[in-house]
């Protein structure tokens, strides 16, 4: 038995030290990851289940904040605005950026000079964009309005960003503007990768520009669409930065998001008076799932539309 | 098809020049439409810049300034705090980035070089962090950095960045360390190196490229960061450049001058490193994309 053991030992002993390094080099990041990602995570999720302002001690409310969620008309509003937000930047920020991304690739002369270009807003933060954008809209000295009235189109001059009919095509003009040269690039990039005597083969065929791009480039980028329609979808489920700077969810939360929502239900447009953090994590909650969700469908369909193929 | 191209070289058919005068309108068209929209995506900037170097008076008047007047620049350099902000800023991006780049560099070289039990389940939820939207922990971090002490301070507010910014960069850190080959580690162990200078030796100075890519993504990600910053930082002069341009805007909001001046003085470090690094920045940004 004794002698038995030894060896059990010893190898547990290698398999020990054998484990040692990769354990060590782990040790920052776990910590890290636990600390400021893990224990934040596991307490969101149980705030979710409680009511809380802040300041008297929590107190256990068990399905309650779900519950109301449905009943919030101001929460369903968000929920609304959020997937219009979302589906709109879906569809045309996957869609543009790559009918540009194949123009570019056509043999233009300077397409690097273009990329540059268009990739210029990418880098300015959604905050600052805002900003700009708001005084682009700005009623009375905005450079929208001052331009329709110098052409004679004074007629189509809107409070753009305080008219609940016009206030989330504008927030959503602003977030294809940014991110256009972001996802164009990528759809470049994946574009260098399909060879080039494809297309000479269609045209051959006698294929034009149009079926050239429905018969080669689309199957070919497939999977890179898929990723752009995934990273839009978590963006615009999440949206936040731009409108909470041009309209903090107003008029009258005509652009109230999940995220604008959430953020006015904790902290207030002012410095809340009566935060509800209970209630606004289990909203925060939503967001998680409703991403985690959506990414997985798109992704299973996707491959799903390869297979088929 | 043999006909037409020789009327092509002989004499140019009506077919032949019919088919010129094709190409060469695709062509132009398609020039026009990247034209218009590098104007689309251009104008914001240009008429931010030209309204910040308009006096006052002309700002409502015309689209082109009549004078150039700089004079706002200093004005608001000084009387939104500006160096301060941007200070700031710096600071919580360089220890951000500082300490991503650490954790993670020695993270990704554990999982891509080690073999140890659970590795595949542990990388999937380290990555699985990077799912996390910032809404999700926005509240309980808040009451984390008011516990220990670190609310409204810069490195508090740093640390908040921490668990997002590391779970993306373990991702990229060890798909580059596997593009790496085993044997030089190897080679090294057998001339008796240790485990850590292995990876301090060998494998860091080649992984630059690696780190050059995360330096880039989180610099410009924590450098723009707005939602957090704006939360977690209450005092005035400890704002970061985002929240700072945020909050100034009440106090601006009908001096157009002023605040396109301060847009502009707060791109200029970003858009001066992108012109510099362009080509960094963009094939940067897309193999994160790509990979993430």
Redesign the interface.
Known sequence: MAVQSVPRTSEFQRSLR??L???L??L???I??V???????V??II?SFQSWNGMSPPVWAGLNNYATLFKDKLFLVALGNTAYFTIITVIFQSTIPLL?AS??N?G?RGSTV????????????????G??????YEP??G?LN??LRSIGLGGLAQLWLANRATVMPSVIIVSI?QS???YL??YF??LQNIPRELYEAASIDGAN?WQRFMNVTVPGLRP?IV?VIV?NT?NG??V??QI??MTAGGPNHASDT??TY??SM??GAMGSSNPQ?GY??S???V??LL??IL?IVQIRLGRRAELEE | MTTTFSDHVTTRSPAASRLQFQIVFTRTLMYVVLLVIVVVEAFPLVWMLLTSVKNQREVFNSFLPTSLDFSNFPRVWAAMNLPIHLFNSLYVTTLTVFLTICVATLAGYAFARYRFPGRDWLFYIFIGAMMIPGQAILIPMFQFLKAIGLLNTLTGLSLSYLGGATAFAIFLMRAFFLSLPRELGDAARIDGANEFTVFWRVYLPLARPGIATIVIIQSLGTWNEFMFSTTFISSPELKTIQSALFQAVGRYSTDYTALSSGLILALVPIVTVYLILQRQFISGLTAGALKG
């Open positions: 054998d484990s390094p990769p354990a080099f782990l920052p990041a776990a890290v990851l600390l400021f990602m893990g224990v934040p995570m307490n969101a705030l540009i123009l570019l056509s233009v273009f990329r540059t270009l268009y990739f210029m807003p990418v880098i300015i933060s959604l905050a600052i964009s900003l700009l954008w708001a005084m682009i009375n000295f450079v001052s331009t503007w256009l040269g972001f690039v990528i990039a994946a520009a890179v990723l990273l978590i489920v999440k936040f930065d909470w700077v999940l995220g959430l953020y904790a902290f953090f606004a994590t909203i925060a909650i967001i998680l991403s985690f990414s």
